[in-house]
């Protein structure tokens, strides 16, 4: 007859049930694994199917009680690893999509959005289709191989334990929230520079030329040059994007590491 002690009994959910919390967290945050047009269901079938494969390497899970106060702190901090690692990777998408409505403002589609379900929100045309090209670059590069490869990682950068979280890994994370707005300005300012020289060219032309109707030809025009800017352009974002997701990776690999990490400058 096999008999179990209550501390190896709670060291087996224990093994299980805090591994699985930090990778339900991150994909629950995390690009394409997030996405809610996927069924929870799925997402935590996908869950459990990762802790059975990682669980096993695992070997530095201490074993307090999973019901006490010792065992809810560290059930809280497995999910602020995982939403952390994942949020870092949704930051890249973020700024794709801020290029899209930077981009959609200047040529004047500001106000053709649609629902976007990735955000729960209503995002630009433009926006949408530019997160759209991001996710098949994600896929294209397995950024969602390196991002489980990262997770995996984590386990023995940042072992579960009772001790608090090192490596200021939030602050690291906030410092990285200001890519959105690099990244986004630096992706959309061709476009940007292209459609103030057509608002220059046009300004001029009515100045010239008063009887010309600014709101009937100008609106056309910088829709169109948008749009041939963009076909232009949209080749050459393969090297932007592919070096976004790898910082993007790189930033989830060193939260809440003991190294202090400072926001990737190179390549610029």
């Known amino acids: 007859m096999l008999t179990f002690t209550s501390a190896e009994i709670n060291l087996w959910l224990a093994s299980l049930l805090w591994p699985l919390t930090r990778i339900l967290g991150l994909i629950a945050a995390a690009p394409v694994f997030g996405n809610s047009g996927i069924p929870a269901s799925s997402k935590i079938g996908l869950g459990f199917m990762l802790t059975l494969i990682m669980a096993p390497t695992i070997t530095s899970v201490t074993a ?3 019901m006490s106060f010792a065992g809810f702190l560290i059930l809280l901090q497995q999910l602020v690893v995982g939403l952390a690692m994942g949020f870092s990777m949704r930051i890249v998408f973020a700024g794709v999509e801020m290029a899209g409505e ?3 403002m200047t040529m004047g589609l500001g106000f053709a959005t649609f629902f976007d379900p990735q955000s729960q929100g209503h995002s630009s045309a433009i ?3 530019l997160a ?7 896929l294209a590069l397995n950024g969602h191989l390196m991002v489980l490869a990262a997770l995996a990682e984590s386990f023995t950068s940042v072992p579960i334990a009772a001790a608090p979280l090192g490596g200021n890994g939030l602050h690291q994370l906030a410092l990285w929230g200001a ?3 690099r990244s986004g300005v630096q992706l959309s300012l061709p476009i940007v520079a292209a459609l103030l020289i057509t608002n220059t060219a046009l300004g001029i032309l009515t100045r010239a030329a008063p009887q010309l109707n600014l709101f009937g030809i100008g609106f056309p025009i910088t829709i169109g040059v948008g749009f ?6 949209l080749p050459y974002m393969a090297m932007p994007l592919e070096r976004m997701i790898m910082e993007g990776v790189e930033m989830s690999k060193t939260l809440f ?10 390549n610029r």
Request: avoid cysteine; charged fraction near 5%; aromatic fraction near 8%.
């Open 64 to 66: 307090p009680d999973p």
């Open 102 to 104: 930077i981009m959609g």
């Open 127 to 129: 926006s949408q289709f």
């Open 132 to 138: 759209l090209v991001a996710t098949m670059a994600f």
């Open 179 to 181: 890519s959105i707005f």
């Open 228 to 233: 041939m800017m963009i076909a232009l352009v």
């Open 257 to 266: 590491t003991s190294i202090p990490t400072s926001i990737p400058t190179k």
